[in-house]
């Protein structure tokens, strides 16, 4: 399956206003459920969930991105949320550079399949110099679309 295949329910947030971790991951925790995918309730679960997977292990590519990746059986398949600061979120990053995209994976158990398939392609996307500039370009709408071309250019 290829990323298009992937990525029919987009969930976007342009401007986080948060500049801490916990702030930022409760934000995007709002925008699953403010696009009906996850009830308010879960909002908590969900923020701790990708505070836990950062304290394993920081998620942070490098270069201003981060892809931050859980497991919640809270949604219902394997989502890719963008969202960009303007500012920046400080976090544990190898370049030290605050983290001003984020692509934050979640899937549910029997999503796993997919999950890997878009953590791979999200990494390998964002690895590439020429990507990676058009990521860093693009709206959080528009790095869909960049995610994607990028893929197909690639190849998987």
């Known amino acids: 399956m290829d990323l298009e295949t992937l990525l029919t329910t987009r969930v976007v947030i342009d401007e986080l206003k948060s500049s801490d971790d916990q ?17 308010q309730k879960d ?26 990746h859980v497991f919640s059986e ?11 600061s303007p500012a920046g979120v400080h976090m544990k990053s190898p ?9 934050c994976l979640i899937a549910n158990e029997a ?15 964002a690895r590439d110099s020429y990507w990676r500039r058009c990521l860093d370009k693009a709206n959080a709408t528009q790095v869909y679309d960049a995610l994607i071309e990028g893929e197909k250019a690639l190849g998987r």
């Open 23 to 39: 702030g930022a991951f409760q934000e995007i925790a709002e925008a699953l459920f403010g696009a009906s995918i996850i009830g």
């Open 43 to 68: 909002c908590v679960a969900i923020r701790d969930a990708f505070l836990a997977r950062e304290r394993v292990a920081a998620t942070s590519l490098g270069f201003g991105m981060a892809v931050p």
């Open 74 to 84: 809270k949604v219902p398949s394997a989502l890719l949320i963008v969202a960009r």
């Open 95 to 103: 370049d030290g550079r605050p983290t001003r995209l984020f692509f």
């Open 111 to 125: 999503s796993r399949p997919a999950y890997l398939r878009i953590l791979a392609a999200v990494a390998k996307v």
